[in-house]
């Protein structure tokens, strides 16, 4: 089993800035490809942005790109989303999700076997 913790949420202003992190235990195995989702109220959940095991290759979403960065630390098991200039339309619930034993970038939810219980970001105009 995989445990993954998701945290960073909360409250913030239109055109601040948050990262929110995921660490991950358990039996992740020597690799795992992770992503972040979000779902907003009323909405389905949505793929922001994916990252491969070395980081050489990473996704965002078009809404995202240019404004969230994808990174991790494999030494500590942590995957982080760097959020700057966060619009209103960004507030969700952001979920974390990992695939272990996979080395390239996962786009597709249902790929994904583990979740964590996701954080809250709100932004307010």
């Known amino acids: 089993q995989v445990q993954l913790v998701e945290s960073g949420g909360g409250l913030v202003q239109a055109g601040d800035s948050l990262r929110l992190s995921c660490a991950a235990s358990?039996?992740?195995?020597?690799?795992?490809?992770a992503g972040w989702f979000r779902r907003a109220p009323g909405k389905e959940r949505e793929l922001v942005s994916a990252?491969?095991?070395?980081?050489?290759?990473?996704y965002y979403s078009d809404s995202v790109k240019g404004r969230f960065t994808i990174s991790r630390d494999n030494a500590r098991n942590t995957v982080y989303l760097q959020m700057n200039s966060l619009k209103p339309e960004d507030t969700a619930v952001y979920y974390c999700?990992?695939?272990?034993?996979?080395?390239?970038?996962?786009?597709?939810?249902?790929?994904?076997?583990?979740w964590g219980q996701g954080t809250q970001v709100t932004v307010s105009s």
């Open positions: 999700a990992a695939r272990p034993q996979n080395v390239g970038v996962i786009t597709t939810s249902t790929e994904y076997p583990y």
């Open positions: 358990g039996r992740t195995g020597s690799w795992y490809a």
């Open positions: 990252i491969n095991w070395s980081s050489s290759s990473t």
